[in-house]
């Protein structure tokens, strides 16, 4: 994830290390790593609290919609993210867009 | 129809909602397009193609690779959907123009550059613009070979052949369609067992009925009619249960759905335009309140200005008949003893005197003159104009008569000057005149003689 601070201000430390792990995460995902690989980081970084909860669910469901066996995990786990009370806006838009994305790649 | 539409119609319209809301209604349009492919596969071909097309709009009318990459997406749509509804030949200019849009894009990377999260470095590139015109190839292809062009079909198919992904599983899955259709059933048939190796068993997906569909196909052009057969029923009961009842009530549940809320945002978007036009008419009706009270003051004051006018007129013409009356006949026509008459007698004497005889006309015209002529008394005089008549003086009655005689000669000699007029009247110079007359008739006497019909009331 691109920091948006200025680009003479270096991001605080938290913000370099999420976005390290988040670029690992995704670069491990267009490489096709095991799922269960892809997994076991994101795992890691939420126990570490480098991403929260529910940034962990929606990066497990992706995780698990790169195959057709995983599409049904992969939307069960956006639908109960879609059921959760303090859900932003912006996360609801995110996880809605990904469902439909699912939908549309195993409908046809 | 496949089980997935449901969900891309029910989480589509929820995430436009919320891009709506968010004020980011552009990166729900793939999605919309989307949702149109799916209205078309559960029956509701015009919307959904309307939806494809409006999305397709909206997207070439924006720079930057965002757009390019969505409206190749979104033409993907369409041409998927031009294919359930079996219009081969629709397809190819979609296909055409995504190829195109490659070209253009591969040409000149740089015009593209925005910050999407999905824009292509410069080593990825290559394999962005290849796959996507591979697949468009492999559509083409298609769309040809299913409508009986098979020469077109061939030189397509051989262009995708060239393409660095004829040989990967993900472009011979995007061309496997084409094969039976060209009679390439053993290609076929061996991509299908690496397929159904990938896949496993039998799945709730439309693809693997018509993988089914195509073995029976390439088994009875072999003659091996008893695995047609058994390929044949899997396929039947595969399609029963992807056109199950349950599903149709599902689609109908959800086609409820979407028209209302197809039918929410339509009243939302009329109850803005009605809020607009009542805004516009309140301030249009009162802007012609406000001119007609202005009308109606302006109206009010001339009416009023004319009254009084006309009332001064008719005041001034009672009191000449007054005076008139008061003088005795004798006192006009014969020698009178002048001396024995009232004040307003010597007053209409002289009044008569004056006027018949063109008196007023003389500039030096003054009460020695007049006492001189008539031999009458400075006092006696005086006394004639100040208490027998409405004017103040002899130069008050000298002034009015001058004038009036002035404003008759603007109006019957309009070849006549004003300072011609001014010395026939006998005013002494044209700018005591000038200034009197307007201190008279409220206008200069150039404005009186062109319009001196509307004062034929006060020059009696």
Request: proline share 3%; aromatic share 10%.
């Amino acid at each position: 994830m691109a920091s948006c601070s200025h680009p003479a201000v270096p991001p605080k430390h938290a913000d370099l290390e999420k976005d390290s792990v988040l670029q690992a995460i995704s670069s491990m995902m267009l490489k096709e790593a095991d799922t269960e690989d892809v997994i076991s980081v994101v795992d890691s970084a939420e126990t570490a609290g480098v991403i929260d909860n529910l940034h962990a669910r929606l990066i497990r469901a992706k995780a698990y919609g790169r195959t057709e066996s995983g599409f049904l995990q992969a939307r069960s786990i956006c639908e109960e993210l879609l059921q959760d009370p303090h859900l932003s806006p912006e996360d609801e838009a995110d996880i809605l867009e990904y469902l439909c994305y699912l939908c549309v790649i195993f409908a046809g | 129809m496949r089980t997935d539409d449901l969900g891309e119609v029910e989480y589509g319209l929820r995430f436009v909602q919320v891009c709506e809301s968010l004020g980011d209604s552009m990166r729900a349009v793939p999605v919309q397009a989307d949702m149109g492919s799916s209205l078309v596969r559960i029956g509701r071909d015009e919307d959904g193609l309307l939806k494809i097309n409006d999305a397709i709009s909206k997207l070439d009318g924006e720079k930057g690779f965002f757009y390019l990459d969505a409206g190749i997406k979104t033409r993907k749509s369409l041409i998927r959907t031009y294919i359930d509804l079996e219009r081969y030949l629709d397809v190819v200019p979609v296909a055409q123009e995504i190829i195109s849009r490659l070209e253009d894009y591969a040409a000149a990377p740089e015009a593209y550059a925005d910050s999407s999260p999905n824009l292509p470095g410069d080593h990825n590139r290559p394999g962005y613009v290849d796959f996507y015109t591979a697949q468009a190839l492999a559509f083409i292809t298609y769309a040809y070979a299913a409508e009986g062009m098979r020469k077109e079909a061939q030189e397509y198919n051989a262009r995708f052949e060239k393409t660095r992904y004829s040989k990967t599983f993900g472009g011979r899955k995007m061309i496997s369609s084409a094969w039976p259709l060209l009679g390439e059933y053993d290609r076929m048939l061996s991509f299908y067992d690496e397929l159904q190796r990938r896949w496993g068993a039998d799945t709730l997906h439309a693809d693997y009925a018509i993988m089914l569909e195509n073995r029976a196909l390439a088994a009875k052009s072999k003659g091996r009619y008893r695995e047609a057969l058994g390929y044949m029923q899997r396929y039947s009961s595969l399609a029963d249960k992807l056109n199950d009842s349950q599903n149709k009530a599902m689609i109908q549940d959800y086609v409820a759905k979407y028209r209302y809320q197809e039918q929410k945002m339509a009243l939302e978007r009329e109850r803005v335009a009605v809020r607009r036009s009542r805004s516009i008419a309140l301030g249009a009706s009162a802007g012609a309140l406000v001119c007609l009270i202005l009308l109606g003051i302006i109206l009010q004051y001339v009416i009023l200005v004319r009254r009084k006018n006309k009332a001064l007129v008719s005041q001034i013409s009672e009191n000449v008949i007054l005076q008139r009356e008061k003088v005795d006949a004798s006192a006009l026509n014969g020698n009178p003893e002048l001396s024995s008459l009232s004040d307003a007698q010597l007053f209409e004497y002289l009044r008569y005197e004056i006027v018949t005889n063109n008196l007023y006309a003389d500039s030096r015209l003054d009460r020695q003159f007049l006492m001189d002529r008539y031999h009458l008394s400075k006092e006696r005089i005086g006394s004639a104009f100040s208490h027998g008549s409405p004017y103040q003086s002899l130069a008050a009655f000298l002034n009015v008569v001058r004038l009036k005689k002035a404003a008759k000669m603007l109006s019957s000699s309009p070849e006549m000057s004003i300072s011609d007029v001014a010395s026939a009247c006998g005013f002494s110079s044209g700018s005591l005149f000038a200034r009197n007359f307007k201190q008279y008739f409220a206008l200069t006497p150039t404005e009186f003689r062109q319009n001196p019909s509307s004062f034929k009331d006060m020059v009696k």
